[in-house]
């Protein structure tokens, strides 16, 4: 196998990922990241967010590309289905998440991946949101459920270990799974 | 104010609205729903979504249009930048839920609003993920904060309580701040 082939595994860069960590290891500071979106209401329950730049690397960057993403609810749920609605979002930032971690995690295991797709399902009764329960039922998801298929030239322990660990190091699972503080303020002019 | 204005206030159908909410009063089994996402990986740590059929109003149901979402990595953090990270699609989701119910709550209200804008922020600490941090700092975002700039026909006190009520019925606001279910199965061939 050439060197090449060994430092791009999966399509990763795995010299400049091991790189990253040493840096970060030297130096805590660049690990320390600000995401940040732009949101404005359009009409009805529809909206669009902009997501361009972010603190991380002890500096402002940008993403390459700004990307426009538009909410809303389907006519089901009295919106007009210009987009997803939100918590649709939810199960895409999982899947995501779980999926990046596999592509490094089997890089750097010296795994080639051939094959990773998954579904995920978010079941969620809307009596919550409606305010019909009388705080019986929560107003998010009651249960999400992610299934991987995925394959390599790997046994099937390690592929399963594979997707355990990108389970064990995934931010989106963490914020999911445990609380996490949201803070809401409304400035009006 | 003719009748039309009235129904459609901020773009909300509200007899439509409180036209469901007394359907499902009636029979309850019309607010269970199971959202959906089918993710493929594509590179690296670049993978797509595509969002199109969902379960809700006890039948099958689908988007007028699919959506097709792109996550991955700025170079930054070992990836080419082909979408926003996995966490930004939380920022996202979280404006878009508490919008949604701020375009709802103030149609049902009887306020007309003329701008709604948030900005959302998430601050990690990636040594998390990294897995350089020992277990002393989580994966997921420390903090997350949601600022609101809401204008419309009516006092500072009433628009504030509209943003509050959001917070309290958001779906994604609850799956954030409260600990939900998330499993995570492999199959591997």
């Not at 919550?128 to 394959?151: A, C, K, P, W």
């Given at each position: 196998m050439s060197t090449t082939t060994e430092q791009f595994r999966n399509g990763v860069d795995t010299a400049t990922l091991f790189a990253t960590l040493d840096a970060v290891k030297g130096q805590n500071e660049?690990?320390?990241?600000?995401?940040?979106?732009e949101n404005t209401w359009v009409s009805g329950v529809h909206s669009r967010s902009r997501i361009s730049g972010y603190y991380g690397?002890?500096?402002?960057?940008?993403?390459?590309?700004?990307?426009?993403?538009?909410?809303?609810?389907?006519?089901?749920?009295?919106?007009?289905?210009?987009?997803?609605?939100?918590?649709?979002?939810?199960?895409?930032?999982?899947?995501?998440?779980?999926?990046?971690?596999?592509?490094?995690?089997?890089?750097?295991?010296?795994?080639n991946l051939t094959k990773v797709s998954s579904t995920v399902e978010g079941?969620?009764?809307?009596?919550?949101?409606?305010?019909?329960?009388?705080?019986?039922?929560?107003?998010?998801?009651?249960?999400?459920?992610?299934?991987?298929?995925?394959?390599?030239?790997?046994?099937?322990?390690?592929?399963?270990?594979?997707?355990?660990?990108?389970?064990?190091?995934s931010a989106v699972y963490d914020v999911l799974t445990n609380p996490t503080p949201v803070s809401v303020e409304a400035v009006t002019r």
């Open positions: 660049i690990a320390k990241f600000q995401f940040r979106a690397a002890m500096q402002e960057m940008n993403h390459a590309h700004e990307t426009v993403l538009d909410a809303d609810h389907p006519p089901v749920l009295v919106g007009n289905d210009n987009g997803p609605t939100p918590v649709e979002f939810l199960l895409h930032a999982i899947a995501a998440c779980l999926t990046a971690g596999i592509g490094n995690i089997a890089a750097a295991r010296g795994v079941d969620i009764d809307l009596l919550g949101i409606f305010g019909l329960s009388e705080g019986r039922v929560r107003n998010g998801y009651q249960d999400m459920r992610v299934t991987f298929h995925i394959e390599g030239d790997a046994d099937e322990e390690t592929l399963r270990g594979i997707v355990e660990q990108s389970r064990q190091r």
